[in-house]
């Protein structure tokens, strides 16, 4: 059973930073490409970054330069770094793994930007 468990969400200032992790179980996890994805309510979900197995990332323009994707394959775990965070970054962030067969997603957890 493939499982991705989301930690490092909470309260934060407006320029503070906060680091997000997901660790993931069940699955190959170096083989895929992993991701985050962020929700605001009321509205869908849209990409934040990913990660390939090769090392490629790709970035919504809306966090560049602020936020950095990276992974640890010996521990099964992708991060998200956030930094400069912005009211508008207040979210539930999902993390996930896409297979060749099927795309997982963690329950989510929620970041919120105070000014």
């Known amino acids: 059973q493939v499982q991705l468990v989301e930690s490092g969400g909470g309260l934060v200032q407006a320029g503070g930073s906060l680091r997000l992790s997901c660790a993931v179980s069940?699955?190959?996890?170096?083989?895929?490409?992993v991701g985050w994805y962020r929700q605001a309510p009321g509205k869908q979900r849209d990409l934040v970054a990913t990660?390939?197995?090769?090392?490629?990332?790709t970035y919504a323009e809306s966090v560049k330069g602020r936020f950095i994707i990276s992974r640890d394959n010996a521990k099964s775990t992708v991060y998200l770094e956030m930094n400069s965070l912005k009211p508008e970054d207040t979210a539930s962030y999902y993390c996930?793994?896409?297979?060749?067969?099927?795309?997982?997603w963690g329950q989510g957890i929620q970041v919120t930007v105070s000014t």
């Open positions: 069940g699955i190959a996890f170096s083989w895929f490409t």
């Open positions: 990660l390939n197995s090769r090392g490629s990332t």
């Open positions: 996930n793994v896409e297979a060749s067969w099927n795309t997982y």
